[in-house]
């Protein structure tokens, strides 16, 4: 009698941790199905039946197919193709003018080879001492693709000042603006949102060269000088990548 009330207390656990154990298909399209494979045949397809219904898909519209526990949830974000991340991000620091915040609009468009590397190129408006174009190429590692998955990018590239002058004086003399070299390390989390958006996190740390031309008047005669400066920033990102 115990022995039986044992057996069937085990039994109903054991056959719940068979269930637990389900198969994931991830579709070329991004989107992943989960359930139990009924049938696996190369004239048929792939046949998954799950609590929604019965899907039936052919190989070549499947990426890979994976077990599937329902104690761990599943990144559904699609393995490669086109991507966008759109982003706004506040450019903190100290210079000549006191601690001002500096604004940074970007947005970069590329291919994901796979769910890890995402190779891209963007352009952008950002604000220092005058507005300005960065053109750039970006490189984002994603470790452990997953719902919540931190990532490493590099972005480097030139900004082009949209000014023309750094200011204006009352003779009409501005001083000529000029671009520079930017570099921008980051590091940060993607929330995936659904099967083709995430939000992305990030804190990093942004390079940028700018120079100017300054009017400098003398006793005999005026010229210019041109004058370098290097903006070191720490950068709070925020953006959202569709695929």
């Known amino acids: 009698m115990v022995l039986s009330l044992f057996a069937g207390l085990l039994l109903p656990n054991g056959a719940a941790a068979q269930n637990r154990k389900r198969d994931a298909v991830y579709l070329k399209s991004g989107d992943v199905v989960i359930g139990q494979i009924d049938i696996y045949d190369s004239l048929k397809g792939i046949v998954i039946s799950n609590d929604c219904g019965i899907w039936n898909y052919k190989f070549d519209e499947v990426d890979k197919i994976q077990k599937y526990s329902s104690g761990r949830r599943i990144s559904n974000l699609k393995s490669r193709g086109y991507y966008n991340i759109s982003s706004l991000a506040l450019l903190l620091g100290e210079g000549a003018n006191g601690f001002i915040p500096y604004p940074s609009l970007t947005?970069?468009?590329?291919?994901?080879?796979?769910?890890?590397?995402?190779?891209?190129?963007?352009?952008?408006?950002?604000?220092?001492?005058?507005?300005?174009?960065?053109?750039?190429?970006?490189?984002?590692?994603?470790?452990?693709?997953?719902?919540?998955?931190?990532?490493?990018?590099?972005?480097?590239?030139?900004?082009?000042?949209l000014s023309k002058n750094k200011e204006f004086n009352w003779n009409g003399d501005g001083g000529k603006t000029f671009g520079g070299v930017l570099l921008s390390p980051e590091a940060g989390v993607r929330i995936s949102l659904s099967a083709k958006s995430s939000l992305m996190l990030g804190i990093g740390y942004h390079y940028q060269e700018l120079s100017y031309e300054e009017p400098d008047y003398g006793w005999i005669q005026n010229y210019k000088k041109k004058v370098f400066v290097n903006y070191n920033r720490i950068s709070l990102r925020i953006g959202l990548l569709f695929q």
């Open 107 to 161: 947005t970069v468009n590329g291919y994901q080879w796979n769910q890890q590397i995402f190779v891209g190129a963007g352009l952008g408006y950002e604000f220092y001492e005058w507005s300005n174009l960065p053109l750039f190429v970006e490189v984002k590692i994603m470790l452990k693709p997953d719902v919540l998955t931190p990532f490493f990018s590099f972005k480097t590239g030139y900004s082009f000042p």
